[in-house]
């Protein structure tokens, strides 16, 4: 697969493959999907375990496949997809064994363009900069955090009230910030009263 780099935090081959992290964990810890570990700068931070796109459509097919793999077929079924082109995942069929095969598309319909099109967006609009809300990930150009966007979008705005209320910034970037924020969550005690709410 031509985009192999490792870029892609668990979380975010979670959310993009509609999977629970437990499915991608738990290929990390059969070893059969390896993280590159902290190997990454990203706007002044490190990243953590990182793995490349094509574990998006491994997370989505295992998820949605309803046969028990072994870890063999498992491995073998990831190093068929990672030699696929992007733009051939959604149409290939992968045979596991003989006469089992697997129409891929069919299983991760548009997983593979929704993970390009977040990783081109994350890139090209999340920004970490320490001069800039402490370094809390905002979306470029902006001092709106993606968190004060996925806030939003919770307490029940749509996507197209922010993008009135900030016609200058185009929908990928709402978008990427709304994924990135819940791939990435706040770490640290929540702030407020929340013993308030909690009664």
Same mark, same amino acid.
């Given at each position: 697969?031509?985009?192999? &780099?490792?870029?892609?935090?668990?979380?975010?081959? !979670?959310?993009? !493959?509609?999977?629970?992290?437990?499915?991608?964990?738990?290929?990390?810890?059969?070893?059969?999907?390896?993280?590159?570990?902290?190997?990454?700068?990203? #706007?002044?931070?490190?990243?953590?375990?990182?793995?490349?796109?094509?574990?998006?459509?491994?997370?989505?097919?295992?998820?949605?496949?309803?046969?028990?793999?072994?870890?063999?077929?498992?491995?073998?079924?990831?190093?068929?997809?990672?030699?696929?082109?992007? !733009?051939?995942?959604?149409?290939?069929?992968?045979?596991? &064994?003989?006469? *089992?095969? *697997?129409?891929?598309?069919?299983?991760?319909?548009?997983?593979?363009?929704?993970?390009?099109?977040?990783?081109?967006?994350?890139?090209?609009?999340?920004?970490?900069?320490? &001069?800039?809300?402490?370094?809390?990930?905002?979306?470029?150009?902006?001092?709106?955090?993606?968190?004060?966007?996925?806030?939003?979008?919770?307490?029940?705005?749509?996507?197209?009230?922010?993008?009135?209320?900030?016609?200058?910034?185009?929908?990928?970037?709402?978008? &990427? !910030?709304?994924?990135?924020?819940?791939?990435?969550?706040?770490?640290?005690?929540? #702030? #407020?009263?929340?013993?308030?709410?909690?009664?």
């Amino acid at each position: 697969m031509a985009q192999a &780099a490792a870029s892609l935090s668990p979380r975010e081959v !979670a959310e993009l !493959a509609g999977a629970p992290k437990r499915v991608v964990e738990k290929a990390i810890e059969e070893r059969v999907l390896a993280v590159r570990a902290r190997a990454v700068r990203r #706007g002044g931070r490190i990243a953590g375990r990182l793995l490349p796109s094509y574990a998006v459509a491994y997370t989505a097919l295992v998820a949605n496949l309803d046969l028990k793999l072994g870890i063999d077929q498992k491995k073998r079924l990831l190093r068929k997809l990672a030699r696929l082109a992007p !733009a051939a995942v959604s149409s290939a069929r992968i045979e596991l &064994a003989p006469a *089992v095969e *697997v129409d891929v598309g069919r299983l991760i319909g548009d997983a593979m363009e929704r993970t390009e099109r977040y990783r081109s967006a994350r890139d090209k609009f999340i920004v970490i900069d320490d &001069a800039v809300k402490g370094g809390t990930p905002v979306i470029r150009g902006t001092r709106m955090t993606v968190y004060s966007v996925l806030g939003r979008i919770e307490h029940g705005d749509a996507i197209e009230d922010l993008l009135d209320d900030n016609p200058d910034l185009p929908r990928e970037a709402i978008e &990427a !910030a709304l994924t990135y924020a819940r791939t990435h969550p706040l770490r640290g005690r929540p #702030g #407020g009263r929340p013993w308030v709410t909690a009664a």
